[in-house]
């Protein structure tokens, strides 16, 4: 079975700390996809990444940077956070279809 | 307004009965793709429609896609209460990217 893992389940950041968000997967899958989701929003795309130091931006990357220096590694980084970024992110990851999701981090920023 | 929008937005329903969710989009699809998520959790994989099939079933899951109307349905049949989550349709171009649709939630009382 897939297995994709976000480091944190939970966090809570203050406004303009640097944040990490850490995913990593464990099937050689070329493809990683960082999402938020916020109620009412859905999930929207923040950036991808089709391989190892390749990215792509989303639909919402303005406030994001990511990088993928390992195939099973993907980092979301948040330069400078701010409240308008609490949300749950998801990582996911795929050769293809189907995506195989982690278990998210809800991040709050304060 | 967003590729895949689900409809509609919450379904209640009794144990027993039959859910069905219908979700719309905009634009051309490689294939359409059904996700499932419990409560503050990941996304799981459901079923997966290519552009040219009209009709799949997995289980319980019945799916139909209508790319004339750019339309599909999730019917899930004999529910149960282990089927309350929400449930998101995604549509596929290319690049692995899949778009998101901002969900129904189902709620299946025993």
């Known amino acids: 079975d897939v297995k994709v893992t976000q480091s944190s389940r939970y966090l809570v950041k203050r406004t303009g700390e640097k944040v990490f968000l850490e995913c990593v997967q464990d099937m050689d899958h070329e493809n990683m996809f960082w999402y938020r989701q916020d109620p009412g929003l859905g999930l929207r795309l923040i950036y991808f990444s089709y391989d190892v130091k390749m990215k792509e931006k989303g639909d919402i990357p303005e406030g994001y940077s990511v990088s993928r220096e390992k195939k099973e590694r993907f980092s979301l980084i948040l330069e400078s956070a701010s409240t308008n970024q609490t949300s749950m992110y998801l990582c996911?990851?795929?050769?293809?279809?189907?995506?195989?999701f982690g278990n998210g981090t809800r991040l709050t920023v304060t | 307004s967003q590729q895949g929008e689900e409809d509609p937005q919450a379904l209640s329903i009794q144990e027993g009965e039959n859910a069905t969710m219908n979700c719309s989009y905009k634009?051309?699809?490689?294939?359409l793709q059904w996700y499932r998520q419990n409560s503050g959790r990941g996304l799981v994989h459901l079923i997966l429609i290519r552009s040219n099939e009209r009709e799949k079933h997995s289980g319980r899951l019945r799916v139909t896609l209508d790319t004339s109307k750019k339309s599909s349905s999730l019917l899930i049949t004999a529910s149960r209460a282990a089927d309350t989550a929400s449930y998101f349709c995604a549509t596929f171009k290319s690049y692995g990217k899949l778009t998101f649709g901002q969900g129904t939630i189902l709620t299946v009382h025993p």
């Open positions: 634009t051309s699809i490689n294939n």
């Open positions: 996911a990851s795929s050769f293809g279809s189907p995506l195989h």
